[in-house]
């Protein structure tokens, strides 16, 4: 199995609070990306990084903010959570665009609600 | 972007039957994966397919690029086949996944 730790695995926040959820890797893979998953959308793009410090939005960032100071953390913030932002979040790493194989794989994801 | 469309979206069978679910992309995509989410929402890998045809048990995948579709084919089913069956593509150079909305599959004992 890929190394991939998210934590927490679950939590519950108040609306309004700033939340920081993390993702640790030990594959030394170069890109990282934040999806969420909810009924109906299946998973959805938030943000992703193709390197320390090198970040891009997914389709659905609006409310997020994300930060990658080391290879092997990638950190996602909702900087004032909302109602809207109840999800489970998923972590998912892969390799370098120039390696035969691109494969992503996913870590077990975060279940965050917010009330 | 791309657009990703399965079908079935919802599948019920009896164990022991085969079953074939499609994925649809709207445009080329040279990074192709079929994932099961599990009943405790794990996503697990099960073919890393951009092209050709793989098997690994009793699961196969093709997936035909030049036609932008792809297909999973479940044999002999077992409960344990039991979820939500994704399939994901994306374009070489932005290496983003976009996902289909899934195939919920429930095998009956």
């Known amino acids: 199995d890929a190394g991939i730790t998210q934590s927490p695995r679950h939590k519950v926040t108040e609306t309004g609070t700033p939340v920081t959820l993390r993702c640790h890797q030990t594959?030394?893979?170069?890109?990282m990306y934040w999806y969420r998953q909810d009924p109906g959308h299946g998973l959805r793009l938030i943000h992703y990084s193709y390197g320390v410090k090198d970040t891009d939005k997914g389709e659905v960032s609006d409310g997020y903010s994300v930060s990658r100071s080391k290879t092997e953390d990638f950190l996602l913030t909702l900087e004032s959570a909302t109602s809207s932002q109840t999800s489970v979040y998923f972590c998912a790493i892969s390799a370098d665009l120039r390696t035969v194989n691109t494969e992503a794989f996913f870590g077990q994801g975060t279940r965050l609600t917010v009330v | 972007g791309i657009q990703v469309e399965q079908s079935p979206p919802d599948l019920i069978l009896q164990e022991g039957a085969n079953s074939t679910l499609r994925c649809n992309f709207s445009?080329?995509?040279?990074?192709l994966q079929w994932f099961h989410q599990n009943p405790w929402g794990q996503l697990i890998n099960l073919f890393y397919?951009?092209?050709g045809t793989k098997q690994n048990g009793r699961l196969s995948a093709t997936t035909v690029a030049t036609e932008r579709y792809s297909l999973l084919y479940i044999s002999s089913s077992q409960t344990t086949d039991s979820g939500v069956y994704f399939c994901a593509g994306g374009i070489q150079g932005a290496q983003k996944l976009v996902f289909g909305q899934g195939t919920r599959l429930t095998i009956n004992p």
């Open positions: 594959e030394n893979h170069r890109y």
């Open positions: 445009d080329s995509v040279n990074n």
């Open positions: 397919i951009p092209s």
